[in-house]
């Protein structure tokens, strides 16, 4: 999401001056991050058995929720890299936003911890489904509530289907405006 937000603007020489399809610099970006994502996944199929690692079901799914993750990040950082030509701010907001989700999705501390009353709204956040996932398939903790797993990964495909819509639209002014 972070690579993918001013991916665009880092390029604008590039843009302005040769015609290509421009979704492929923050593809570009993603992809980095899913080759540093797949060095780590190997690191841990290496590992396992080193530690006498049992491979369950649980172990199995992380690269699905690897991949969910990625695609939501994918969908968010097309967006977040379409506003960035026409508003720079988005490039000085992006990463204060990314530090607001590290503290508002269950990276340092379990779902379950976060009060009842507040459960609800809490899993709105599409983060909060999978980070719980990830959190079961590697660490064996209980498992996920399951709809709030599918609820994140409709998120995750809405959120990629809306990004590289907007991106499509807004891409016929980049050339103008960089």
């Not at 396992?48 to 690897?66: C, D, E, F, G, K």
């Not at 911890?113 to 999978?130: E, I, R, S």
């Not at 590697?138 to 409709?154: D, E, H, N, Q």
Request: net charge positive; glycine share 6%.
């Amino acid at each position: 999401l972070s690579r993918a937000g001013g991916s665009l603007i880092s390029n604008a020489p590039l843009i302005s001056k040769v015609y290509f399809p421009r979704v492929i610099i923050p593809l570009s970006a993603a992809i980095s991050a899913c080759v540093d994502t797949l060095v780590a996944l190997l690191l841990m199929v290496i590992l396992l058995p080193a530690y006498h690692v049992p491979l369950t079901p649980a172990i199995l799914l992380v690269p699905v929720w690897l991949l969910l993750l990625q695609v939501l990040g994918l969908g968010v950082g097309l967006y977040a890299s379409a506003l960035s030509v026409s508003y720079r701010d988005v490039t000085h907001i992006l990463p204060v936003l990314i530090q607001f989700l590290l503290y508002a999705s269950p990276v340092g501390y379990r779902a379950s911890q976060v009060p009842h009353t507040y459960q609800a709204v809490y899993l709105l956040n599409p983060l909060a489904g999978l980070l719980e996932a990830l959190r079961w398939s590697l660490l064996g903790t209980a498992p996920p509530r399951w709809t709030s797993v599918a609820y994140s990964a409709v998120v995750c495909c809405v959120a990629l289907a809306v990004g590289a819509f907007a991106f499509r639209r807004m891409e016929r002014r980049f050339a103008d405006v960089l």
